[in-house]
């Protein structure tokens, strides 16, 4: 778009410049070349008007979406049946003797016979896709979230794009309706849709939060007895959220996490509350984020949890008193979380803190952070030193 605009500037300035100069200058050669180069300018202008460049990049970019989507789906439902070979199954495809002598293996019949459900699948809407999903694994929460209708809706603005360069059917109408989607001003058949940096910005929140909530629900089905290893991952992608400021996704994921039917252990529970309310706390919704704490008590908990429950409510001096008998590290907090956590986000600035990370580490917060930098330049340096080599 800076572009866009800059080079719309550039027409205007040299189409001004050489009006001036015939205005200025009664040379006929003068005049020649300055009309000469005001009919260049105004082609450059009517090709600029018409070339779109930033929404045609935009709507690629938007179709691309999808392109990831529908290549993640196959790749989840590949890695289930693998994961649960049971499920075959349930696979109802039959295949011809001549078919089968061309094979070596049955596993090479079983991924073959895999990879036509996946083709057949991907030719689905994505609302049939869902219903089949659910069906082939036996469960009925998959379209019950609550931005469902906002994806059917960006999933039929993509069919929009891709095949009539997003004009509004009445398709496009009927099917938004049927799964409640609610539109601020409901467009009219044939108007022309466009998308926009907000648009586009929740279109790919929704899809990153509906590709994570989808693999979650069904590994959890599937492998029911390493709940722990899903857990893990869930709270391992809130917290890289919560570290890239990034609250909204955070604050989706953490209502996710704790509206699941099982965890693997208490102590994955706890985390889940702690870091909803981080990023609760981080958009200025103290109370709620103090809501969420208070729907658990933290009273007979270890010193890590206290001390969070502490930091979460704003009391520095508890926070500090608590840091001062856990020492150096607990079960979970240990000295790297204190330059990591985003727990501690607001509490590292304050004198509390900074007492406090003193007397337990024997060292300046500032002084180890900065021994942290260092490090972190010299790997940098070294990374950058190492692409450099391999590009010569």
């Known amino acids: 778009v800076k572009e866009y605009n800059e080079n719309a500037d550039r027409i205007k300035e040299g189409i001004d410049s050489h009006i001036d100069i015939i205005e200025k200058d009664s040379e006929r050669e003068t005049h020649l070349a300055a009309s000469r180069a005001i009919r260049k300018l105004i082609r450059d202008g009517d090709r600029h008007n018409h070339s779109k460049v930033y929404e ?22 590949i890695a289930l049946y693998n994961l649960s070979p049971k499920t075959y199954k349930g696979i109802n495809r039959e295949i011809s003797l001549s078919e089968a002598l061309e094979f070596e293996t049955i596993d ?60 509004v059917s009445k398709q496009y109408l009927d099917v938004c309706k049927a799964h409640s989607y ?29 590709s994570v909530m989808l693999g979650q629900t069904l590994w959890r089905k599937v492998q029911e007895e390493k709940i722990e290893d899903a857990d893990t991952h869930l709270n391992s992608l809130i917290y890289t959220y919560l570290h890239m400021e990034e609250w909204s996704k955070a604050i989706a994921f953490s209502k996710f996490a704790i509206n699941l039917p099982r965890h693997s252990d208490e102590i994955y529970t706890r985390m889940i509350y702690i870091n909803y309310a981080i990023a609760l706390k981080a958009i200025d919704e103290q109370i709620a984020a103090m809501i969420v704490l208070d729907k658990t008590s933290w009273t007979a908990t270890s010193y890590d949890f206290k ?15 608590i840091m001062l008998k856990m020492g150096e590290s607990g079960e979970i907090i240990n000295e790297s ?30 002084s180890k952070l900065k021994m942290i930098a260092d490090e972190q330049l010299l790997d940098t340096a070294e990374e950058h030193g190492d692409i450099e080599k391999d590009g010569e």
């Open 56 to 77: 045609t990049l935009e709507k690629s970019l938007f179709v691309s979406i999808f392109s990831a989507f529908d290549k993640f789906v196959g790749d989840l439902v």
């Open 108 to 167: 090479q019949i079983k991924e073959s016979i895999l990879e036509k459900e996946v083709e057949s699948l991907r030719r689905k809407s994505y609302s049939e896709q869902f219903t089949d999903l659910e069906k082939r694994f036996n469960i009925k929460t998959l379209k019950k979230f609550e931005k469902w209708s906002d994806f059917i809706e960006i999933s039929q603005r993509r069919n929009l794009f891709t095949h009539c360069d997003g004009v």
């Open 182 to 210: 609610k539109f601020k001003k409901t467009p009219r058949v044939g108007e022309q849709l466009y998308l926009g940096s907000s648009y586009f910005v929740n279109a790919c929140r929704t899809m990153t939060e509906v």
């Open 307 to 321: 001390m969070a429950y502490a930091v979460l409510k704003s009391d520095h001096e508890e926070a500090k008193k």
């Open 337 to 366: 979380a204190y330059h990591d956590w985003p727990l501690f986000r607001d509490f590292r600035e304050t004198q509390e803190f900074l007492d406090g990370y003193e007397e337990v580490s024997n060292c300046k917060y500032l």
